[in-house]
């Protein structure tokens, strides 16, 4: 687990002095994702700087990598989980290795199949190669994104990086009005793009080709689509003990100490029971608040008592929870408004005093079903039958009902298609509340101008399977693993999830939708499947996930906070404060549940301040003062 930046220069030449200067500013802004060791390597094409955590074979493993007489250099973030399968394939095909990592298998696997090798790597990355000799620049990254990959084509190259903060202050940047405007619904900014408008990503499952002069050439090598397959449930229950414990294994090879997250629920509770059958004294963390009704700490010490593992808790306050959100934001790059993020970061500090590499339930939700709204398309199967012209009928009806009428919803969702209602685990403002927020709204960039297309591949699929694919394409890469990957890295952990294999999702991807929505619950194959291997009391409570108090926070103690931070963001140019003050009005009022929009909101203006406005100096949100150089300015 590592981090990196690069260039592909659009000239033949070596960078002078002050130029490499401020491309090592730039690798220190992202001292926390390597603090253990950094490199670089320079030609007259390219230019990489790495930053690396030391995982696996510590003492060889240094990067910039380089092979075959220096034909092949490479930097990359992540971990390949099958590097030993890979290299015993390799070595019995002729290949030697000089050290024990598997950097050095990835880039012998490239010269062994070229792009071919980007799909047999069963891991998280982001990687870059530059093949010396066809002067052509590679990159890839995982089939899920787990690893984070970001990309800018500026006057002197294209730049690449693990964090987009290293690419500011190139040549000035400014908000880009549509992530906004989607931001507001999504709650993130959805993939490619992000809140800065020269900087975009590489997606998820594609790896590119660039030569110096010459465009992108964008290939997909891995997509995430669902078969389903009907075989007995005593088939399934056995594929997936047995897919889930090997990835649980291969997921725990590491040359440092391992450790969990643990939560009440059941996919933290899986893998950290599987894990203990390689290491039976593995750490788990858990985190909550002292608010009645919103912590899982008790439960999770329960869960690790009977499973005879050590837990680890850590309490977290109103107070400390606000005080670190500017610190958060910078590390997350662009704003994300799930509260979630703040509780993630604090179980990451409280486990990096133990351990260097954490194991985490991310992804199960997706794969096998897991969320309640996946139980939305059963619930409206009354309106199937319903005539045409009655549903229009119904649909007007629901238009004209007050907002907290009951039925008002029912009707709402049973007379919309499903493309035209579900975005994602997370939909947020409706486009007629962005039209009175935003001082410059869009209407040719409508949410659904980010789902139709996923929506077009899938028309044919189970309702279901429709609304995984949704997810696994936006919320997955674009919140849950964003703040997975960007909370650990703040204090140098590396978090792995065993749920997001590709071997996994081979089994996953094949399942009926009645195994996983059945009997009343979600993930029900999941749940039979991993009955004896974890205690029964986790098995039947209901989902939380990482629940936060904001709804009860902004009527009290976050309130004066609230107001403050409205009042201070110079965001007037992009949205109406009058909006926002009323929806704050309304929800301490209690005559509406605001807190999710308003969160939304705050989180912006959080993001506003800290890298727009400069209100915060960037060295002091460094983790612990680590970096060694000031950010980069233009």
């Known amino acids: 687990m590592c981090g990196f930046i690069g260039i592909l220069k659009n000239e033949k030449n070596y960078w002078q002095k002050q130029q490499r200067e401020q491309f090592e500013n730039r690798n220190a802004a992202i001292y926390h994702r390597g603090p253990d060791d950094e490199g670089y390597y320079e030609d007259e094409d390219v230019l990489f700087g790495f930053r690396r955590l030391s995982i696996i074979d510590i003492e060889s493993g240094h990067q910039p990598f380089t092979y075959n007489d220096e034909q092949y250099w490479m930097v990359f973030n992540g971990e390949i989980y099958n590097y030993l399968e890979l290299k015993n394939q390799l070595q019995a095909n002729g290949y030697s290795f000089t050290t024990d990592s598997d950097t050095e298998v990835i880039l012998a696997m490239f010269q062994e199949y070229g792009v071919d090798a980007f799909k047999q790597l069963r891991g998280m990355f982001a990687i870059l190669i530059w093949d010396k000799t066809n002067e052509s620049l590679y990159g890839a990254r995982d089939p899920f994104g787990i690893k984070p990959f970001f990309y800018k084509e500026a006057e002197e190259g294209t730049y690449f990086t693990s964090e987009k903060k290293s690419l500011l202050a190139l040549d000035g940047e400014s908000v880009d009005a549509e992530s906004l405007q989607q931001y507001l619904s999504f709650q993130y900014v959805p ?115 009977r499973l005879g593992v050590e837990n680890i808790s850590y309490m977290i306050s109103p107070e400390e929870y606000v005080a670190k959100l500017p610190k958060i934001i910078w590390h997350l790059d662009d704003p994300l408004a799930d509260p979630a993020c703040v509780p993630l970061y604090f179980v990451a500090r409280e486990a990096k005093k133990h351990v260097t590499v ?113 997810d696994i394409q936006t919320w997955l890469r674009g ?78 103690e976050l309130n004066s906070w609230a107001k403050q931070l409205i009042q201070e963001s110079e965001t007037d140019h992009l949205l109406n404060k009058e909006v926002i003050y009323q929806l704050l009005e309304d929800h301490c009022a209690d005559r509406a549940d605001n807190s999710r929009k308003l969160w939304t909101v705050f989180m912006f203006m959080i993001w506003h301040q800290v890298y727009m406005e400069n209100k915060y100096d960037m060295n002091e949100l460094q983790i612990e003062d680590q970096a060694k150089s000031k950010l980069p300015s233009s």
């Open 479 to 556: 919140d849950i693993l964003l703040k997975a990957d960007k909370m650990t890295m703040a204090h140098s952990l590396e978090l792995r999830v065993p749920f997001l294999d590709k071997e996994v999702f081979d089994v996953a991807r094949e399942i009926p939708v009645d195994m996983k929505i059945a009997n009343g619950t979600t993930k029900d194959i999941l749940r039979k499947a991993a009955r004896g291997v974890v205690p029964d009391h986790v098995l039947d409570r209901k989902k939380l996930g990482f629940p936060v108090p904001i709804r009860y926070w902004l009527k009290k």
């Open 191 to 305: 993939e490619p793009n992000t809140m800065h408008q020269s900087i975009k990503k590489i997606e998820p499952g594609h790896y590119f080709v660039k030569k110096q002069g010459e465009d992108f050439q964008f290939h997909r090598y891995f997509h995430a689509t669902f078969h389903p397959i009907q075989r007995k449930e005593s088939y399934w229950v056995k594929r997936i003990r047995e897919v889930m414990f090997d990835s649980v294994k291969v997921h725990m090879r590491s040359d440092v100490p391992v450790g969990s997250f643990l939560s009440g629920g059941i996919d933290s509770s899986l893998i950290v029971a599987m894990a203990k059958q390689y290491h039976p004294d593995i750490k788990t963390f858990s985190v909550g608040f002292e608010q009645e009704g919103y912590s899982e700490v008790d439960v999770a010490k329960e869960t690790a008592e």
């Open 358 to 470: 954490v194991l985490s339930g991310e992804g199960s939700d997706e794969l096998f079903g897991g969320y309640n709204i996946y139980r939305e398309p059963e619930s409206l199967k009354v309106f199937d039958s319903i005539p045409t012209p009655a549903k229009d009928l119904l649909a007007r009806v629901a238009q004209v009902l007050p907002e907290g009428v009951k039925g008002k919803s029912f009707l709402e969702r049973g007379t919309t298609p499903l493309r035209d209602r579900y975005i994602g685990n997370a939909k947020i403002l409706e486009e007629k509340e962005k039209i009175d927020l935003l001082q410059k709204y869009n209407p040719n960039a409508s949410y659904q101008h980010i789902t139709s297309p996923f929506y077009d591949r899938v028309i044919n699929d189970p309702l279901v399977n429709q609304m995984q694919y949704i």
